[in-house]
């Protein structure tokens, strides 16, 4: 497997992104009909509203439910301070990353080794999932911002994978670091996350591992000490 020649197929195949399209596609309806709901969606309106008075509020639990969750009242007050109270502000953030989402996983089956077939159906059944209807037509969930940052982190992990150089590696290892590190903090993986890392990291010893592969024995270990940073 080389990484540098399936990020140039990438490059060169800009046809296999096209479920992007579809994952906007799904989103109109709720753009046209943009309604807040209950529960989350006034809990992280609150919490916007504080946070912007007082930004210590962002490192308490939310409304007395115990979930500690600093990163998603943040990025819930980042929206409103760019739009206020507006729902459809809201949803349009939910297209954008759906959209980067579903690219994500694109690039990611690629670089793996799939075919252009594979990488773009991948794309398809994401976009197509119940999941997504249940996150994304929902304002005030906590997976939205968590599956930006886990996306975000794959990338630097396929970047650092296909670098020439070292410095450039351990670089792409701390930035997916961070990235897993504010993704725990948006939600509660964090122990489950630990022991799946660790099983993970097996796999590369057994006989039916790749040969050379460059991505999984970094990435596993990324995850397995992120996820322990953050349980402590």
């Not at 992104?17 to 609150?46: K, N, Q, S, T």
């Not at 954008?96 to 690629?110: D, E, G, K, Q, Y």
């Not at 489950?192 to 006989?207: E, K, N, S």
Request: with cysteine; charged share 10%; hydrophobic share 55%.
């Amino acid at each position: 497997m080389n990484p540098k020649n399936n990020i140039e197929s990438l490059q060169s195949r800009p046809w296999l992104y096209w479920p992007v399209l579809l994952a906007m596609a799904v989103m109109i309806p709720r753009l046209m009909e943009p309604y807040f709901g209950l529960l989350d969606d006034g809990a992280y309106l609150h919490s916007a509203r504080e946070i912007v008075t007082h930004f210590s509020m962002c490192f308490r639990f939310l409304g007395g439910s115990g979930l500690f969750s600093p990163v998603a009242g943040l990025y819930y007050t980042f929206i409103y301070l760019l739009a206020g109270d507006a729902p459809r502000a809201f949803f349009l953030a939910n297209t954008i990353i759906l959209a980067f989402i579903t690219a994500t996983i694109i690039s990611f089956v690629r670089f793996r080794g799939g075919t252009g077939l594979q990488a773009s159906a991948s794309g398809v059944f994401f976009v197509l999932s119940g999941p997504v209807l249940e996150n994304f037509y929902t304002n005030g969930k906590r997976e939205v911002p968590q599956m930006f940052l886990l996306m975000s982190a794959i990338l630097l992990l396929i970047a650092s994978a296909a670098a020439e150089k070292r410095w450039l590696r351990i670089l792409g290892a701390l930035g997916t670091f961070v990235f897993l590190l504010l993704s725990c903090l948006t939600k509660e993986p964090t122990l489950v996350m630990a022991g799946i890392a660790i099983f993970w990291l097996l796999t590369q010893y057994l006989p039916l591992s790749a040969d050379g592969d460059r991505f999984k024995p970094p990435a596993a270990f990324v995850l397995v000490f992120t996820s322990v940073a953050a349980a402590l």
